[in-house]
């Protein structure tokens, strides 16, 4: 699903809203976990998942073109946890559509 497609999805589900609106809502909710990562907060949405920041420690790492050994310095990279219940609902929809393939 893209950025696109949510829009569509809202303005869709909610009829009092213009794909304008929608638009301006999804930016509006996009921008505002971008702000709170960037400034290290984590982000928790019941039900769906969590968003946080990971760190990765300085590492050597290999040029794979000439073998030589490399400084990969530290870094922070957002993370992203499924909550339960999209674990769940993921799981059993996997389950369902083997079933339906295996028969």
């Known amino acids: 699903m893209t950025r696109s497609d949510l829009v569509e999805e809202l303005a869709a589900r909610f009829g009092q ?8 809502a999804v ?7 971008n702000d ?10 019941r ?3 969590s968003f946080a920041i990971n760190r990765r420690p ?3 790492g ?7 050994s490399v400084a990969i310095p530290e870094k ?10 999209l674990r769940e609902a993921v799981e059993a929809r996997t389950a369902l559509l083997e079933s339906q393939h295996k028969a």
């Open 27 to 33: 930016k509006a909710i996009l921008d505002a976990m």
């Open 76 to 85: 922070k990279v957002p993370h992203f946890k499924p909550g339960k219940a």
């Open 62 to 68: 290999r040029n794979p073109r000439s073998g030589e």
């Open 58 to 60: 300085p590492r050597m």
């Open 17 to 24: 809203l213009t794909q304008r609106d929608a638009e301006f």
């Open 47 to 49: 039900g769906f998942g």
């Open 36 to 45: 709170a990562l960037v400034r290290g907060h984590r982000i928790e949405i």
